[in-house]
């Protein structure tokens, strides 16, 4: 995930939790580690709800399940 001006040094990844609906859609998520930027904590839980996922399945049908994110920063 590229990085913006308000972001200072090169901070570690993330790892999130993020609650998948069966339509692909985030529902919530949970930070499992921070990264060392609590602003770039915020971008990427932020980029983690906005986009659409692959659901889990279960027995070839689309179900409700957590997902595991990492997102790296990318430099400037």
Request: proline share 9%.
């Amino acid at each position: 995930m590229p990085l913006n001006e308000r972001i200072v040094g090169m901070p570690t990844g993330v790892v999130l939790w993020v609650k998948v609906s069966m339509d692909g859609r985030p529902l919530s998520f949970q930070i499992v580690r921070h990264s060392r930027d609590p602003q770039f904590d915020r971008l990427a839980a932020g980029f983690a709800m906005s986009i659409t996922y692959n659901p889990a399945q279960k027995n070839g049908q689309p179900v409700e399940a957590w997902s595991q994110v990492r997102l790296l920063p990318q430099s400037r």
